[in-house]
């Protein structure tokens, strides 16, 4: 700051003629301003000044030396990605949700469905995609609902495979707004009415995402993943999802993270053991619209005991008792798999409201129907 000694040490700054101090001026000005680039300014008035992007912080200041260039294929995901959702979504008259089965063969629980679809004709679809062997069914409701389907591999993108076949045939419909993926062991918690609204009145997705460092979660993740994929984004969530339609779209939009997943999750090759059904949902909708999710499943299941499976309940566990516990809970619980098991909490948040977390629970053993079918009108009103 040398030069502000020309202004004010100057004994004969009276004397100087009016072009001089308007070069004066202007080196002034020259100077302040590389000193304002160099020192960026932390205030906040300061920044809208100086900085067209706003307030970052220091890092913004530098050469973007970490900002990698994306190739073709993801500049066309994003765009493709960032302009459905940002069009707007069309609400259909006569809105629906579609409830998707993804099983082996038959369903053990049509007749509790039955019960709970009766008397709501038209605002509902249903879809099965059954992977062994051909159902055999006893609701009207399920008559001419299989779609065709392939074999399902756990842990493998057939089992994506199979999720994305249901989307295709459920997008099909143009009232369906909500897409909802259920196993042959998933029973409805709620009457209709109060799934319908849960899910109808709000704009999020129901995709369970969280961050797992432990050998379950970032454990899982390949480096051939990158550069799409970083180990930063890479995230874990339950299989069992409800997806808004723009969210159904853009998830068929996409190949190239899907792509990532289908070549590195292939469970028991070395290198390759990522499950593609926990990790490529949510770490796709981790990536390209994280606030568009709600970061947990609306299918309880119970993992207390720490086995391989979580627990399966048969007759004797089946109480209103039972499903009054499962409806009781409002908030979300992840644990990691690393050696801290650290417990991750958070309120469930519908519109902004705490409410019940979960409308759907698994897994109920085939014998519980009866039971169920018995206790359903009682337990399911809210
Ligand atoms: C959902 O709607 C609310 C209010 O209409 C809005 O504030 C919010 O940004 C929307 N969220 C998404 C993910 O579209
Ligand atoms: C879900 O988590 C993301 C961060 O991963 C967050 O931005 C988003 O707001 C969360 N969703 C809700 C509904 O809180
Ligand atoms: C229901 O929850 C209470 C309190 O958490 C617990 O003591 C009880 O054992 C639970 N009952 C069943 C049937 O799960
Ligand atoms: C229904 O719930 C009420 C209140 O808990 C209970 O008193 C009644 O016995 C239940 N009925 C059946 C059929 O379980």
Redesign the pocket.
């Known amino acids: 700051m040398g030069d502000l000694n020309i202004m004010y040490g100057s004994r004969h700054r009276h004397h100087m003629k009016k072009p001089m101090w308007i070069i004066v001026l202007v080196l002034f000005v020259c100077v302040f301003l590389i000193c304002a680039y160099i020192y960026p300014p932390q205030s906040s008035s300061a920044c809208y000044i100086f900085s067209s992007r706003g307030c970052k912080g220091f890092t913004d200041w530098l050469p973007p030396i970490t900002v990698r260039e994306y190739t073709d294929e993801e500049i066309v995901a994003r765009v493709v990605i960032r302009d459905i959702l940002k069009s707007p979504a069309i609400v259909p008259k006569n809105p629906k949700v579609a409830f998707m089965f993804l099983s082996p063969g038959s369903l053990p629980f049509e007749r509790l469905w039955d019960k709970f679809f009766q008397g709501h004709e038209g605002k509902f679809s249903v879809y099965v995609h059954a992977s062994k062997t051909k159902p055999v069914h006893l609701s009207r409701y399920f008559l001419n609902r299989d779609i065709r389907s392939d074999e399902v591999v756990w842990g493998k993108t057939s089992m994506v495979d199979a999720e994305r076949r249901l989307l295709t045939n459920a997008l099909q419909d143009l009232d369906n707004q909500q897409f909802v993926l259920l196993s042959d062991s998933c029973v409805p918690l709620y009457n209709f009415d109060y799934i319908y609204n849960y899910l109808i009145n709000t704009n999020i997705s129901f995709v369970d995402c969280f961050k797992d460092p432990g050998p379950h979660g970032n454990g899982r993740y390949s480096e051939h993943m990158l550069p799409e994929i970083d180990v930063k984004d890479f995230r874990k969530g339950a299989q069992w999802f409800s997806m808004k339609r723009q969210h159904a779209v853009i998830v068929m939009a996409d190949h190239l993270y899907y792509s990532k997943f289908q070549a590195y999750c292939q469970p028991g090759v070395d290198g390759k053991n990522c499950i593609a059904d926990e990790h490529y949902l949510p770490t796709f909708f981790y990536m390209v619209d994280p606030g568009g999710i709600a970061n947990w499943s609306l299918t309880h299941v119970d993992w207390s005991e720490r086995k391989w499976h979580p627990k399966s309940y048969g007759s004797q566990d089946v109480?209103y008792?039972?499903l009054k516990?499962i409806t009781s809970i409002d908030i979300s619980v992840h644990a990691t798999s690393d050696d801290k098991r650290e417990v991750q909490r958070w309120p469930c948040l519908w519109n902004g409201i705490q409410k019940p977390c979960y409308l759907f629970a698994r897994k109920f053993t085939p014998e519980t129907v009866d039971k169920l079918l018995h206790l359903f009108s009682n337990y399911s009103t809210p």
Do not use: Q
Request: no cysteine.
């Open positions: 109480t008792e039972l516990n």
